[in-house]
């Protein structure tokens, strides 16, 4: 299975730590304890990464290390992502969406207790 490994540094701030993913750029998260920082990371790493595949965009090959400037003060941790189930993850969610059907149709459905969403669903 395919996993990718980016390097997170979390800056201490007065709400708890931010975070960023220096081989990333725009990809930013925060928490306030150094674990709930890394659990929103990872997300917010996981979400990035799709929509730069989603996009067709090239994704940076993660870094072995950083810069001095990167991890003076901070806390830098690895954050593993699996970028196949991920894909399938997002493909495969759930998503609301409208639709219109006659007002009978509605009522004659709802009369007999049918889940609209499984009805689609299984379409």
């Known amino acids: 299975m395919k996993t990718k490994t980016y390097l997170a540094v979390m800056e201490p701030c007065d709400s708890g730590y931010g975070v960023y993913f220096p081989d990333l750029p725009g990809c ?7 674990d709930q920082a890394a659990r929103i990371a ?12 989603e996009e067709s965009e090239e994704i ?10 990167d991890t003076a003060g901070n806390v830098v941790t690895p954050i593993t992502i699996y970028p196949d189930l991920l894909h ?36």
């Open 60 to 69: 940076p090959e993660p870094s072995q290390s950083l810069s001095a400037e």
């Open 88 to 123: 399938e993850e997002y493909r495969n969610r759930r998503v609301k969406t409208n639709t219109t059907i006659p007002a009978w149709l509605k009522a004659a459905a709802e009369e007999k207790g049918i889940n609209f969403s499984r009805v689609l669903e299984n379409a």
């Open 28 to 34: 930013v998260a925060s928490g306030k304890t150094i």
């Open 42 to 53: 990872k997300d917010a790493l996981s979400m990035h990464y799709y929509a730069l595949e």
